[in-house]
């Protein structure tokens, strides 16, 4: 663990402001769950909750079938890094962090096929591969993550049914966060 130096007071009714600097850095949003645990030794720590988190022999297995199946890389995010993947890039995107557009991408419960005239999205910090189709994971009615499928090595655009194949993906994923 590491110490910020920032130390804050809890107010009469039991709240702590995490400084902006931290939510940012952290991608701490308004409504976002944090787990919280204690230590014997007083501390307190506060997690980010995933969803995802709660799946990953699940979202594995997935991956490795999507990618079998359309023979294209395949991962699986939270709402901030991926939590499993199949395909070329599995060593390479392994905890990746998401990027800004694919960030924006779910927050606006939007959907991302490419297409020749459409602007290309790279899902992940530090990985320039382009994505074919990215779909949010809802569940409950939060956004808990994200499918992508990466596009072939020659440019071809995704077929419809790996479109289908991919919004199948995203809606177990969703169902399965809300059980």
């Known amino acids: 663990m590491k110490a910020t130096g920032i130390v804050r007071r809890i107010d009469d009714l039991g ?3 995490i400084p902006k600097e931290i939510r940012r850095t952290m991608r701490i949003r308004e409504g976002d769950p944090l787990e919280i645990f204690t230590a014997a030794d007083g501390e307190v720590i506060f997690k980010k909750y995933s969803p995802m988190g709660e799946l990953p022999e699940t979202a594995t297995q997935l991956t490795e079938v999507l990618a079998r199946a359309t023979a294209l890389p395949v991962l699986i995010t939270d709402r901030d890094h991926v ?13 990746c962090r998401v990027s800004e557009d694919l960030e924006q991408l779910m927050s606006e419960r939007g959907s991302y096929t490419a297409s ?3 602007v290309p999205l790279y899902p992940l910090v530090g990985f320039h591969r382009e994505a074919a189709i990215a779909l949010p994971i809802i569940g409950g009615g939060d956004v808990s993550g994200a499918v992508v499928m990466f596009l072939r090595e020659d440019g071809s655009m995704p077929t419809s049914e790996e479109q289908k194949l991919m919004q199948v993906a995203a809606s177990f994923l969703g ?3 809300e059980d």
Do not use: F, L
């Open 15 to 17: 709240r702590v402001v």
């Open 116 to 118: 020749p005239d459409a």
């Open 175 to 177: 169902k399965q966060t």
């Open 83 to 95: 939590i499993a993947s199949a395909g070329a890039a599995k060593r390479e995107v392994q905890d």
